[in-house]
């Protein structure tokens, strides 16, 4: 800020201001662009004060910064974009089901577990319903209970975010895929893996793809931390919960995990891009989640 107001050269008022603070922020604006600037106290007012021959400049930089000002008192506030409430219904349904799964296995004969588990030549060779199958069983108690309860943790968040349809259709196909590309990667070697973790890393993926595109959509949150949190939230998870729920023999399965988790990621990259589907397509898209298993199953035991 220049000391005095020049007496041979017309100035001309870019702003009126409440407090002191506030115009010599705006001072700087014209500082920026190597302009001289004065604030003066008129009554209650501070004016900020250019040169006449640059006010035209000067208010339009203004302007800019007034819009940025606001966008980013904004990203303190307001999320990405405003979630419908968490509707739980389809969250107890999948409880339901999935626990449904678990009590069958205990009841039928082992030969329909081999059945579904996902075999890798078996699925190499076509029986590609054990990439659904597989992810109804479990080795045991601890494994069904850690799946049940982070699937549904996933779940939750995803919902409000795609909807309930759209939410478990995704972990449904992220985890077949997962178990898919999985068979393909152990193909020099006989590998068998069962367990609904392969979705529930798919889960993961997609509620950290959403989360990020969501971000990026805005300017006021496309900031590089707000972009490294989801991706960074979302790999510390892989690699946190990824080493050691998964039992596939006596070790634990990294790469089906991992494949979940890419399957996820893409198949949410894709849906962040689209708009939200309407109450009639997602009970549709529900369905379809509830039946793809079903019909693995049907197709399993006539095998």
Not at 41 to 63: D, K
Not at 67 to 87: D, F, G, K, M, N
Request: aromatic share 14%; hydrophobic share 50%.
């Amino acid at each position: 800020m220049a000391e005095l107001p020049p007496e041979d050269i017309p100035l001309a008022a870019v702003g009126r201001y409440q407090r002191f603070s506030e115009a010599q922020e705006r001072g700087l604006v014209a500082a920026a662009m190597d302009l001289p600037y004065w604030v003066i106290r008129e009554g209650h007012e501070f004016v900020l004060y250019v040169e006449e021959a640059a006010s035209t400049s000067v208010e339009s930089e203004l302007a800019k910064f007034e819009a940025e000002t606001i966008l980013r008192r904004q990203s303190a506030t307001v999320s990405p974009q405003e979630l419908p409430r968490l509707e739980s219904h389809s969250l107890f349904v999948a409880a339901a089901v999935i626990s449904g799964f678990w009590a069958l296995q205990n009841r039928v004969p082992e030969r329909w577990t081999e059945q579904g588990e996902a075999l890798n030549r078996a699925i190499i060779q076509g029986e590609w319903w054990r990439i659904f199958t597989a992810l109804t069983l479990h080795r045991d108690f601890a494994h069904f209970v850690a799946n049940l309860c982070f699937g549904l943790l996933f779940a939750g968040f995803l919902q409000p975010r795609l909807g309930g349809g759209a939410a478990w259709l995704g972990i449904v196909l992220s985890g077949a895929f997962g178990n898919y590309v999985n068979a393909w990667f152990y193909r020099s070697e006989l590998h068998s893996s069962v367990g609904a973790s392969t979705a529930v890393f798919g889960g993961l993926g997609l509620l950290m793809a959403w989360e990020f595109f969501a971000r990026w959509r805005f300017p006021h949150s496309r900031g590089w931390w707000q972009l490294v949190v989801p991706l960074g939230g979302g790999l510390a998870l892989l690699a946190f919960l990824g080493s050691g729920d998964e039992a596939a023999g006596n070790r634990t399965d990294y790469m089906a995990h991992f494949w979940g988790f890419a399957s996820g990621t893409l198949i949410g990259a894709f849906a962040a891009t689209r708009p939200r589907a309407g109450s009639a397509v997602q009970w549709l898209l529900a369905v379809a989640a509830l039946a793809l298993p079903i019909l693995a199953w049907w197709l399993a035991i006539r095998a």
